[in-house]
C-alpha cells in the first residue's frame, strides 16, 4: 500500500473508525497530482436521426481529447443523447472552446428554431473540493481518467463519512449548503431561448458508475435481478422529490456514436450540497436498498464478482458550475431551478 499517497487525501478524516481497516480494497484517483479538470456535458434533447448525425460531426470536428457517450431519458421523457467532454485544465478547456470551432457552432442561432434542444453544463474540478473511488484500480472512469495514476489501496472507505473524508478541504462548516432552502421547481420555457443557470457555492455533482462489460451471464442475472431495479428506484426517487436537495437525478448509459447501449451505466446527481447527498446515501431506504443488496451479492460470491463499482463527488465554488439551455423542455436539468439561484 502506498501509506505516503493515501496520507495526501487528508491529515486527519474526520468519521474513520480507530485503526480501520477496510474489508476491500479501493482505489482513488491522484488528484493533489493533478490540476483544475473539468467536464463539458454537450446534450440534444429529443435527437432525429439527423440533428444526430450532425452532432456527431461536430463531436468528431471540434477534437476533442477524452470523451464518453452517453443516453438518458429525462424527466420530462425526453430522449437525451450527451457527449461528456473531459479536459486536464480550465486552461485546455478554454483554448478548445476558443481554437476548435465548438463556440461558433454553439452560438448559431439555428438551434433556436430546431426541433431539438441543446444543452451545455460545465463542471470544474477544483483538487481540494472533490474525490474520486474505484473498486479496481485497472481503468479509471470519468473526470479521474484526467489522473493518470491511481492511490491505493486507500483507508478512507467503507464506513459512513469516508467520502467526506476523502474530500481534503472538508470540514465542520465548510462546504454546508449556500442557499438556505431547496427552491421549488418552476417550469423555464426556452423556446426559442437561451438560459443560463449559474449553480450556487457548494452545489455538489455525484456521478455514481456501474462497468458490467466484464460480468459473466451468471452474475449479471444476478445483478438485473437483485440490485438494478433498487438502482433504478433510488435514482428515480431522487429525481422525483427535489426536497432531498436534488436538483437533478439522471440515469444514463454509456453508447456508442450511433446510440446503442454499451453495458456501462452511471447516476449523475447535482445536490444543493454534499451534505445532502450524504444524508441520502446514509439513511434513505433507496440508498440503504442498492447497498444492501450490494454487499449481498459480494457476500454470497466471497468477494469474487466483475461487477467494477466507481464514483466521484464534486464541492464547486461560485464559478465552477454553468449551464446553457436552447429549445429544451421547461424542465430540463438545472432549468427549473433558475428562478431561485
Ligand atoms: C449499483 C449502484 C450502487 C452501489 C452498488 C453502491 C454501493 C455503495 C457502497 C458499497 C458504498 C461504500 C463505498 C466505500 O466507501 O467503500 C457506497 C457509498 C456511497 N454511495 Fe452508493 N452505491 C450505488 C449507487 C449510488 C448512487 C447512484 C449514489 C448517488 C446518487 C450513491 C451515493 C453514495 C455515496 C454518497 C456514498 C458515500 C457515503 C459516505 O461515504 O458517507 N451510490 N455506495
Given amino acids: 500500500m502506498d501509506l505516503e499517497k493515501t496520507v495526501n487525501l487528508k491529515k486527519c478524516p474526520m468519521h474513520m473508525p480507530e485503526n480501520w481497516e477496510p474489508p476491500v480494497p479501493a482505489f482513488s484517483a491522484d488528484i493533489a497530482a493533478g490540476s483544475r479538470a473539468v467536464s463539458l456535458y454537450i446534450g440534444i434533447q429529443r435527437p432525429s436521426s439527423e440533428s444526430l448525425e450532425a452532432l456527431n460531426s461536430i ?52 438551434h433556436l428554431t430546431a426541433d431539438y434542444g441543446l444543452w451545455v453544463e460545465r463542471y470544474a474540478f477544483e483538487p481540494g473540493q472533490f474525490e474520486t473511488l474505484i473498486s479496481s484500480p485497472d481503468g479509471f472512469e470519468g473526470v479521474a481518467r484526467q489522473y493518470g495514476e491511481s492511490v491505493g489501496p486507500i483507508r478512507e472507505h467503507a464506513y459512513w463519512g469516508g467520502m467526506e473524508d476523502r474530500i481534503p478541504n472538508s470540514a465542520p462548516g465548510v462546504l454546508d449548503p449556500t442557499v438556505s432552502e431547496m427552491p421549488k421547481a418552476t417550469p423555464s420555457e426556452t423556446r426559442g431561448k437561451r438560459l443560463v443557470v449559474k449553480g450556487p457555492k457548494n452545489l455538489c455533482l455525484i456521478r455514481s458508475g456501474q462497468d458490467l462489460t466484464s460480468v459473466k451471464a451468471d452474475e449479471l442475472a444476478e445483478y438485473n435481478k437483485d440490485i438494478e431495479p433498487h438502482l433504478s428506484a433510488g435514482l428515480a426517487f431522487l429525481g422525483e422529490n427535489p426536497q432531498t436537495g436534488c436538483f437533478e437525478s439522471r440515469y444514463m448509459t454509456h453508447c456508442n456514436a450511433q446510440g446503442q447501449a454499451i453495458a456501462k451505466t452511471f447516476g449523475m446527481q447535482v445536490f444543493l450540497s454534499v451534505s445532502h447527498l ?9 440508498h440503504l436498498a442498492i447497498f444492501n443488496s450490494f454487499q449481498n451479492m459480494a457476500m454470497q460470491r466471497e468477494g469474487q464478482f466483475d461487477l467494477r463499482l466507481w464514483h466521484e463527488v464534486a464541492v ?26
Fill in 59 to 110: 463531436i468528431e470536428a471540434v477534437d476533442l481529447p477524452n470523451y464518453d457517450l452517453a443516453s438518458f431519458t429525462d424527466r420530462a421523457g425526453h430522449k437525451n443523447y450527451v457527449c461528456i467532454a473531459y479536459f486536464s485544465s480550465s486552461t485546455e478547456h478554454v483554448q478548445w472552446e476558443d481554437s476548435s470551432g465548438f463556440t461558433k457552432w454553439w452560438e448559431d442561432d439555428v
Fill in 316 to 341: 464547486m465554488d461560485e464559478s465552477d458550475s454553468y449551464a446553457e439551455y436552447i429549445n429544451c423542455d421547461p424542465m430540463t436539468g438545472m432549468l427549473p431551478f433558475r428562478h431561485a439561484l
Fill in 278 to 286: 450524504q444524508r441520502w446515501a446514509q439513511f434513505h431506504p433507496t
